[in-house]
């Protein structure tokens, strides 16, 4: 099983979440931003860190790399699709997900172990956990504050589609705690903090982010 | 305006040049006319002033920093000395690491974030520039008064400076310092360290060598940032009026130099360099005299094909700019096409302005006009030299024979009030409201953090090969007594680096000092040099570069010395290092070293406004005992904690709430137990089951041990005083979000 890690230019974890896949059990495949084709991956990840720089918007630029038409066709199609931090800002400047994130609510970068509960387990990259299992997995951004208009939330909530919410105080003033949302189709998932970053216990808080790895596994399976 | 040529300039001898305003002294612009055997062009007026700047040229310390290398040790490790970019040490397997410290207090002072900003992008350049991967920035950073306003302006932009540049690069931040002290308040220092990884093979080097080889600029282009940086700005001292200097610092874009990391490691990778520089202080004057003098001096620029931000710079503007994200390359001719393909990948402007020549002479010119005609070694490396004046300065035998006269806790109330008093204190407060501003996770290789003693990253996932890195200085002991002062931040970093189980291997640092113009500061830093040069022979340490800062004074009161050192080690399995601080109860406390009552210099005199006294001795023989016996020790070791500021009252503090877990000690006399500062103390935690293993180590190697107490419970106890683990937790954290909102 291929799964796709793209980079931009201003990538920063893209090594981090190869080594995730491997560790998930799947075999990582670079793509380029620039990449005309997906090189027969059966799953695309576009990992965190500051493509294009954040210019514009977080994810602003990205969405129009010419890999992004690629991933928005599979996407309709039913490819697994997982946006972590500013993977997840492209994913929603995309168009592949609802809403917008913001700056943090005390407009600081803030990066921190952060306990999140898994409350939707029937995606394509969170299957291996509970419904209700509570994870720390590092949070890192300057803008991670997750907004939508009231409709939107309202949809979101009524659907189950949010994935993964944070516990305790609110980080980053996102709307109702929420960390992670998926789409319809439960195919594409965005997600703010770092899962990739906590598959040990050596190099992260735990090893509890592995869980979105090897679901990617079973879906696959299936 | 004219263009002042080489041509105009022999025939219009007596022309005013203003040399005074770009920083340079008379018998100095007398000095460049005998040179070139007439007066300079204004191209060349504006290369010899930055590049003959205190801050490039090292005029004031350069007879003191040769020690550094007559009583270097023997070291097999160091692969690149002082001199170039940044020293290379051999780490092993193939390994080499390579590791420096920078400054950039001026322009932080005048533009908080851009100055920081730029502070950590120039010294991930000069790292890249040795060829290799940068893998780690640390930040070591002094400021004024905690609660003073202009430090409410300083701090909040400098930390989001670093965390702004460094995040964006994807490199993680594993350490640093905080330290507040009223003479930083005009002149805070930021210093910024980073760490770079590669294969010896792939060891890069500034020079020009080959006639025909091609001189390619890539990355951003150039615009009117940053002009006289290191003239104006870094080599002068801070008059209470005058101009703000804004426009000499340097403005950063960190996307750009990411791109140019990635960029420049694939032409590395490919070979395709034959050397390589990076446009830092100074610029384009600095690069392109520092690779021709590198080589056999030849070279010829075409300065009007610089690619310009700015069009309406003149060529002097351009020699002296400091814009951020450039690099130079030489290029040999048949490789040009595929280091073009891959800057074109990376959408990095890329221009070949020159080449080297069987010459040796740096020719610039401008629309074809001979602008600089210069032996370039002249302009690099056979500026100025001055041995200053130096001498003790009177406060030195005036501080050394007062006595610390301090309130000392007696009752269990006034134990408990002194160590909540240090666990709140600026200096020893917890420091996440600035950390948290820091990616540590960043490229998945990080170990330890703050707030361990040290940064380590892992080098190879296979063979779980890493490093680790300390940087500590103690300016209040190096007030007291400079050379005891550096010989003793030496030892601090080594030991933070030693109780994780890792071994020192190379010296790097960042001395930060007043005006050399100033005896007494001079004798601070001659003193401060000595110390780090008698403290690295000794503990066969290699000095593999360093960077000097003075003129840190508003008029005539200096910073406090500030040598700042770092040290890198090697542990060879990253997976068997000893963490700071003990994750159950149950396991017993020890205290490795002896306690004086070393007051002098310590925070607790701090905290009540005295810094008087005489430093401790620093014994470096015993030093190197205990960091042996930490190294064996690391095999059974729960934990291990290096003793400084605060004493054993921070030591304990920091561990009993890393984890949650409490500690119950008593303690003979408490007073000074707790708050003397005395070095060469580390805090271990072992299994019962392993006491006579440590008692045998600290036989062997001839080191103090006492029992402290056990760890467990919700409290930290001493004796009598109960201190619940809310209540120091509480105390430890609110200070920074109390200060910086």
Redesign the interface.
């Known amino acids: 099983m291929r799964v796709g890690v793209i980079t931009f ?2 990538t ?2 893209d ?2 979440a190869a ?1 995730a896949v491997v560790a998930g059990g799947a075999e990582a495949v670079s793509l380029w931003h620039a990449d005309a084709d997906l090189k027969n991956v059966d799953a695309v990840i576009l990992p965190g ?2 493509s ?4 514009l918007r977080c994810g602003a630029i990205s969405r129009f790399a010419p890999v992004m038409n690629l991933v928005i066709e599979a996407a309709g199609k039913g490819m697994p699709v997982l946006g972590i931090c500013n993977g997840f800002q492209v994913l929603c400047e995309s168009h592949l997900l609802p809403g917008a994130l913001t700056r943090n609510s005390d407009l ?5 172990d952060q306990e999140i509960e898994i409350v939707n387990n029937t995606t394509a990259w969170t299957s291996s956990y509970k419904p209700g299992e509570k994870i720390v997995i ?1 949070l ?1 951004n ?1 803008e991670g504050s997750f907004q939508c208009d009231d409709e939107t939330l309202a949809k979101l909530e009524d659907e189950g589609r949010v994935i993964a919410r944070y516990v305790g105080q609110n980080p980053n003033g996102s709307r109702n705690l929420i960390a992670g949302i998926t789409n319809e189709r439960g195919n594409v998932v965005g997600l703010m903090p ?1 899962p ?2 906590a598959i040990d216990e ?3 808080p735990t090893a509890q982010g592995l869980g979105f790895f090897t679901s990617i596994l079973n879906a696959m399976v299936k | 305006m004219t263009l002042d040529t080489v041509a105009v300039a022999q025939t219009t001898p007596e022309n005013a040049q203003p040399f005074a305003e770009l920083g340079l002294k008379p018998d100095e612009y007398a000095r460049i006319k005998e040179i070139l055997g007439r007066r300079p062009t204004s191209s060349e007026l504006a290369m010899y002033s930055v590049m003959w700047s205190e801050h490039c040229s090292y005029k004031s310390s350069k007879v003191h920093l040769k020690q550094f290398g007559e009583k270097a040790p023997k070291s097999d490790a160091l692969l690149v000395g002082i001199g170039e970019n940044a020293g290379v040490v051999d780490v092993g397997q193939g390994y080499a690491v390579t590791f420096k410290i920078e400054s950039h207090n001026h322009p932080s002072f005048v533009e908080p974030y851009q100055g920081a900003a730029t502070g950590v992008g120039g010294i991930v350049r000069d790292i890249l520039t040795m060829g290799a991967r940068p893998i780690a920035v640390m930040d070591p950073l002094r400021f004024g008064p905690a609660d003073a306003p202009d430090t409410r302006r300083v701090l909040p932009g400098i930390v989001a400076g670093v965390g702004g540049y460094g995040n964006c690069l994807g490199l993680p931040n594993i350490g640093g310092e905080v330290t507040f002290d009223e003479t930083y308040i005009g002149n805070p220092l930021v210093n910024a360290l980073c760490v770079g990884v590669m294969k010896h093979s792939d060891i890069k080097l500034a020079k020009a060598a080959g006639a025909g080889n091609l001189v390619v600029l890539y990355g951003a282009k150039t615009g009117g940032d940053g002009i006289g940086g290191v003239s104006v700005l870094a080599s002068e001292t801070f008059g209470a009026g005058g101009s703000t200097k804004r426009p000499s610092v340097q403005v950063g874009d960190p996307f750009v130099e990411k791109v140019l990391i990635e960029c420049s490691l694939e032409i590395f990778a490919e070979d395709l360099v034959v050397g390589i520089q990076d446009l830092g202080g100074a610029g384009l004057s600095c690069a392109t005299s520092e690779l021709a003098s590198g080589g056999s001096g030849g070279m010829k620029v075409a300065l009007d094909k610089v690619p310009l931000r700015d069009p309406s710079l003149s060529p002097e503007e351009i020699l002296m700019s400091e814009s951020q994200e450039r690099m130079c390359a030489i290029v040999e001719p048949n490789k040009i096409e595929r280091f073009l393909e891959i800057c074109k990948k990376w959408d990095v402007t890329v221009t070949v302005i020159g080449e080297v020549t069987d010459g040796d002479r740096l020719e610039i010119t401008w629309n074809g006009e001979v602008i600089v005609n210069v032996p370039p070694r002249t302009v690099a490396h056979e500026g100025p030299v001055y041995n200053r004046p130096l001498a003790q300065p009177a406060y030195i035998d005036q501080v050394n024979s007062q006595k610390v006269n301090v309130p000392m806790p007696t009752t269990a109330a006034e134990i408990k009030a002194a160590v909540l008093k240090l666990a709140g204190a600026p200096n020893l407060a917890d420091k996440s409201w600035v950390t948290a501003q820091y990616d540590k996770y960043v490229q998945g290789n990080t170990i330890q953090a703050q707030p361990d003693d040290s940064g380590m990253v892992r080098l190879d996932e296979t063979t779980h090969l890493g490093v680790a890195i300390s940087t500590d200085a103690n300016a209040n002991w190096s007030y007291l007594n400079p050379y005891q002062g550096a010989k003793l931040a030496l030892a601090e970093a080594a030991r933070n680096i030693a109780t994780a189980g890792a071994r020192p291997l190379a010296v790097t640092n960042c001395l930060n000092f007043g005006s050399p113009e100033d005896p007494g500061v001079m004798w601070q830093f001659a003193e401060s040099v000595r110390g780090l040069a008698d403290g690295c022979l000794e503990m066969g340490l290699p000095v593999t570069g360093g960077n000097v800062s003075f003129y840190n004074q508003t008029g005539s009161v200096a910073i406090l010395p500030t040598p700042v050192i770092g040290v890198l080690g090697v542990i060879q399995d990253v997976r068997k290092r000893t963490p700071m601080s003990f994750k159950v109860a149950g396991l017993e406390l020890f205290l490795l070293g002896d306690t004086e009552e070393d007051l002098a210099g310590s925070e607790w005199a701090f905290l009540h406004g005295v810094r008087v006294g005489q430093s401790p001795d620093a014994d470096l023989a015993r030093e190197m005992r205990l960091i042996e016996l930490l190294l064996e020790g690391n095999a059974f070791f729960a934990a291990a904690h290096d003793l400084s500021q605060g004493g054993l009252s921070a030591g304990l503090t920091e561990m009993v709430l890393r984890h949650n877990i409490g500690a119950t000690v008593s303690l003979a006399n408490p007073a000074i137990d707790l708050l003397s500062e005395t070095p060469g103390r580390v805090i271990v935690a072992i299994d019962a089951s392993k006491t006579s293993a440590l008692e045998a180590l600290a036989t062997k190697y001839n080191i103090a041990i006492s029992k402290l107490g056990t760890t467990g419970g919700e409290s930290l106890t001493i004796n009598e005083s109960v201190i619940p683990l809310t209540q120091l937790r509480a105390t430890h954290t609110s200070t920074f979000p109390r200060l910086f909102g």
Do not use: A, N, Q, S
């Open positions: 230019p201003g920063l974890d090594r981090d080594r860190g500051f294009y720089g954040d210019y600081h970068f803030l990066c921190k590092p890192k300057g770092h990739e970053h050596l190099t992260g």
